[in-house]
């Protein structure tokens, strides 16, 4: 696995995932949110998120994580080697969407001048994960059937789900390293 794809719900633990995904295998992390955004929640010209998303793509090797599939799909999935769906419950998403509003700390799958509050564009977002499952999901899935019908999808729901198949991972081999100034130093 070098190109990963997670997909679900906003607070399902896609970002969560991708780093310890990230860790374990030794690949770069993408979160699409900080592509997708601008200081203070606005949107990006299309065209210049797609840019974006084609250059953090464009290497061998990722742990993409977010949807955007009308946006990006035709940009990540034909290159992608695994689909992971992190089917979390809607209660649970919910929640983990509030609780990080409340906190209001800075995230490191969030656009710089992005920050999460309590304020009425929390109640519409709060929706939208709400319905999430009957309303965006099965459009994100036709999307990926006719993209990337082929590609590995593994379904994770919950956190004992999500231990196991990190567990079932093989850990990065450690990477070598030479003291130089050890060597020169060394009497022959």
């Not at 109640?123 to 993209?147: K, S």
Request: one cysteine or more; glycine letters at 8%.
């Amino acid at each position: 696995m070098q190109r990963i794809v997670i997909l679900g719900n906003a607070g399902s633990g896609k970002s969560t995932l991708a780093r310890a995904l990230g860790s374990r295998l030794g690949l770069p992390v993408v979160h699409l949110d900080r592509l997708f955004w601008e200081p203070g929640w606005v949107e990006p010209d299309a065209e210049q998120f797609r840019t974006r998303v084609r250059a953090a793509v464009a290497p061998e090797a990722w742990v993409c994580e977010g949807n955007y599939a009308r946006r990006t799909f035709d940009l990540r999935l034909p290159g992608a080697d695994l689909i992971i769906w992190l089917d979390t419950g809607r209660l649970t998403c919910l929640t983990r969407v509030i609780r990080r509003s409340v906190m209001n700390r800075p995230r490191p799958d969030l656009a710089a001048g992005c920050s999460e509050k309590i304020d009425r564009a929390l109640l519409t977002f709060l929706n939208f994960v709400w319905n999430f499952d009957c309303g965006y999901r099965p459009g994100i899935e036709a999307v990926r059937q006719a993209i990337g019908p082929q590609i590995p999808t593994l379904h994770l729901r919950g956190s004992r789900q999500i231990r196991a198949f990190l567990d079932s991972l093989p850990a990065t081999p450690p990477s070598i390293s030479v003291d130089l100034q050890c060597l020169q130093n060394k009497p022959e």
